[in-house]
C-alpha cells in the first residue's frame, strides 16, 4: 500500500503556500504592529494578506523566487539580526524545521507566530537535536496560545502539485510565542470562516 504522504525527494523546497483565509482568521484573534518579518515567505501567500490589511512585511526565503519585494536566498537559521523597527514573525515554516524556526525566532524577535500542523504539539524526541527544539518551544514558558481552527483549513497543496485537489485531512493551528510570557499556554478555538465565530 502507497503511503499517503510524500518523500522528502517529492517535496523539494517543501513549499505549501498557506490559504490566504488562514492569516486572515489570526488577524482576527491577535493585534499585530505594523512591521512584521515573513521569513518563510515562499511565494508570498501571507505576505500579501498581511500588505492588504496595512503591514509593513520584510519578506525573505530561502530560495529565489523571484517575487518583487521580498529577498531571496536567505536562510532564516542563520539570520543573526531581526529587520529594522521589527520584532514578529509570522510565518508557515517547513514542519521538519519547525521547532528550529521557533527557537531561532524567539531569539531575535518578542512575538512569534507559525502556522503548522496540531501534531506540533505533540512530544519531541530527546535523542534528537530536532526533538530537544521542540521540547524546548513547547516547554520552556513561552508558548502562550495555540489558536486551534474548529473547521479544517483548505487544503495547502505542495507547489506545482498537479494531481487531485482534495479537502485538507490535518488539524492545523496558529501557536504564538511571547518572549515575556510566563507559565502555561492557552488553547484557543477559532474558526477561518467569519461566520462559525458567531
Given amino acids: 500500500m502507497r ?13 505549501y503556500e498557506t490559504h490566504p483565509v488562514a492569516v486572515r482568521a489570526l488577524l482576527r484573534v491577535e493585534y499585530m504592529p505594523r512591521r512584521i518579518w515573513e521569513p518563510a515567505a515562499g511565494k508570498g501567500a501571507i505576505s500579501r494578506v498581511l500588505r492588504d490589511a496595512g503591514h509593513t512585511v520584510t519578506a525573505s526565503d530561502l530560495v529565489n523566487y523571484r517575487i518583487h519585494g521580498q529577498a531571496g536566498g536567505r536562510d532564516f537559521l542563520r539570520e543573526d539580526r531581526r529587520p529594522p523597527y521589527c520584532n514578529t514573525v509570522i510565518t508557515n515554516p517547513p514542519f521538519q524545521i519547525a521547532a528550529q524556526f521557533a527557537e531561532h525566532a524567539l531569539r531575535l ?69 511571547h518572549r515575556g510570557h510566563r507559565g502555561s499556554a492557552k488553547i484557543k478555538r477559532i474558526a477561518w470562516r467569519e461566520e462559525d465565530n458567531s
Fill in 3 to 15: 503511503s499517503k504522504t510524500h518523500s522528502h525527494e517529492d517535496r523539494g523546497n517543501d513549499l
Fill in 109 to 177: 524577535v518578542d512575538h512569534v507566530y507559525l502556522l503548522m500542523r496540531l501534531a506540533f504539539l505533540e512530544a519531541g524526541n530527546e535523542k534528537t537535536e530536532a526533538g530537544r527544539a521542540r521540547l524546548a518551544v513547547l516547554d520552556g514558558g513561552k508558548l502562550a496560545t495555540v489558536y486551534v481552527f474548529r473547521n479544517r483549513l483548505p487544503m495547502m497543496h505542495r507547489d506545482n502539485w498537479q494531481g487531485n485537489r482534495t479537502s485538507s485531512a490535518t488539524a492545523y493551528a496558529w501557536f504564538a510565542w
